[in-house]
T-cell receptor, first 120, second 110 residues
Framework: GAVVSQHPSWVICKSGTSVKIECRSL??????MFWYRQFPKQSLMLMAT?????????EQGVEKDKFLINHASLTLSTLTVTSAHPEDSSFYIC????????????????FGEGSWLTVV | RKEVEQDPGPFNVPEGATVAFNCTYS??????FFWYRQDCRKEPKLLMS???SGNEDGRFTAQLNRASQYISLLIRDSKLSDSATYLC???????????FGGGTRVLVKP
């Protein structure tokens, strides 16, 4: 099946620094990728929808300038957490939709393995 | 009110028993419904889609009730490996945007 890869899996950074997380679709093209955040014992919360070649669409309450999303190609989206603080520590997961899939509402969202961010 | 609501559990289930739980959703225009499974500190993985007529996949049965706006998941003959958090996921609208429930934790014990 389709594979989505995230990197890094784990990252620890100092408060005030920026961290970049990559999300790659390995064997398919994805015009749309989604970025989620999950705090312990809570559900996944959609942060933004990343569209190839255009600006990301952010969910209400998500700071655009803090969580920079770039989707420069059909196989790569990046999330940069700028000036990270301890409260940004979380599990960040991306997902991607296969461009070839004609079933617009089908079960063709593929998740990356997730990235654990710890800000100290 | 949350868009997708689930009983967080945990549901403590003896091995071999049957467990069932529901998920309610608020958006009547929702188009697609799924159950995902998430193991501790891992990404969610698709367990099964939920179709209007109900569907079964081995020991797992999913039902959709559009009138009452809920979906259900039933697990028969529970295995220890079924211990996980089950996420109800509802999709609809442009871009396949998915909304996740908070998850129902299931613990299968010997």
């Amino acid at each position: 099946g389709a594979v989505v890869s995230q990197h890094p899996s784990w990252v620890i950074c100092k408060s005030g620094t920026s961290v970049k997380i990559e999300c790659r679709s390995l064997d398919f093209q994805a015009t749309t990728m989604f970025w989620y955040r999950q705090f312990p014992k809570q559900s996944l919360m959609l942060m933004a929808t990343s569209n190839e070649g255009s600006k990301a669409t952010y969910e209400q309450g998500v700071e655009k300038d803090k969580f920079l999303i770039n989707h420069a190609s059909l196989t790569l989206s990046t999330l940069t957490v700028t000036s990270a603080h301890p409260e940004d520590s979380s599990f960040y997961i991306c997902s991607a939709r296969d461009l070839r899939d004609g079933n617009y509402y089908g079960n063709t969202i593929y998740f990356g393995e997730g990235s654990w961010l710890t800000v100290v | 009110r949350k868009e997708v609501e689930q009983d967080p559990g945990p549901f403590n289930v003896p091995e071999g028993a049957t467990v069932a739980f529901n998920c309610t959703y608020s958006n009547s225009a929702s188009q697609s419904f799924f159950w995902y499974r998430q193991d501790c500190r891992k990404e969610p993985k698709l367990l099964m889609s939920v179709y209007s007529s109900g569907n079964e996949d081995g020991r797992f049965t999913a039902q959709l009730n559009r009138a009452s706006q809920y979906i259900s998941l039933l697990i028969r003959d529970s295995k220890l490996s079924d211990s996980a958090t089950y996420l109800c996921v509802v999709g609809g609208g442009a871009g396949n945007k998915l909304t996740f429930g908070g998850g129902t934790r299931v613990l299968v014990k010997p």
